[in-house]
């Protein structure tokens, strides 16, 4: 007869992967790289107000880039707001930095 497997014996360990601690300083060399012509990563002109603010942000300790954060003109608004015309929006929060990290 041949071996037999006892199944109730095998233990299962689940796997947890858990996110990577927020860099600030990182996010910030990011965004600093949206402002350079020179990089890969270069955001159109009109963003450069809201990236410039969301970076004002972060080194004045406003924003910690874990909660949603809407800026437009250089300046925090609501979410309905992003959806006005004309100028360009920008969300920051950590699900986007996740996201771009692993895509």
Known sequence: MEDEIDYS???????VQLPEPFDVKKRIQELRSYLDPKSPDYQPEDQHINIKAVIKLYEEGEIDGIQEVFIKDGKIVPEEETFKGPSPSFIEEICYQLAEKHA
């Open 9 to 15: 014996k095998i233990e299962f360990t689940p796997v």
